[in-house]
């Protein structure tokens, strides 16, 4: 599960280092979304606008998209959709198939059921990569974040995991549907966790 994450400089280094290397005629088009992300470093909670990286008309691009999809009740949205599911599911379907993102975070978060908050990331990278899709409505573009049965380090705060990406399989996961699918099936690499209960308690 992911229900809070947060971006940074580091985080936007990484989005433009990535799209660079994935192809070089979308350079400029880049460095203004990456100063944007420079200027309002935060948490991101769903309802929020954030960066996502995406297929462009040249390559790979950044663009910026609400978090989470319609609720089917007219109230709740949608921030997290299972990976077991994903190609199973009508609401998620056409997006898995056509529409697949990454979305770069330094880290997320996870509460444990004592409503203590935890921080995951990875010592030594600057940012983690989320598998996502996204779906087109009226008011514009909306993305949510796959989730996967949680590994060794997750485990001890919660059962769910976002589906982590390495850097090598971003853009097999936007460009390549038949990788994609095989990429349902990964096991996250293991996380590092920081908790200050006194600090960071949700109550």
Not at 13 to 25: H, V
Request: with cysteine; hydrophobic share 35%.
């Amino acid at each position: 599960m992911c229900g809070r994450y947060h971006i940074d400089t580091e985080t936007a280094a990484e989005i433009k280092k990535i799209i660079q290397q994935t192809d070089k005629k979308v350079r400029k088009a880049m460095q203004s979304p990456a100063i944007n992300i420079q200027t309002y470093a935060q948490d991101i909670r769903p309802t929020d606008t954030a960066p996502i990286l995406t297929a462009s008309a040249t390559g790979m691009e950044c663009r910026f998209q609400q978090w989470g999809l319609p609720g089917f009740q007219g109230k709740q949205v949608i921030f997290n959709a299972r990976s077991e599911s994903v190609l199973e599911k009508k609401a998620f379907r056409e997006g898995m198939e056509h529409r697949r993102i990454v979305v770069p975070a330094a880290w997320f978060y996870e509460w444990n059921r004592k409503k203590e908050k935890n921080m995951f990331y990875r010592t030594g990278k600057p940012a983690l990569f989320m598998a996502g899709i996204y779906q087109r409505y009226e008011d514009g573009d909306r993305f949510t974040i796959l989730t996967t049965q949680a590994n060794a380090s997750m485990k001890p705060v919660h059962e769910r995991m976002p589906l982590i990406l390495e850097e090598n399989e971003i853009a097999p996961w936007i460009f390549d549907k038949r990788k994609a699918g095989e990429l349902l099936q990964n096991v996250p690499c293991l996380l590092d966790r920081k908790t200050e209960y006194e600090q960071l308690s949700l109550f």
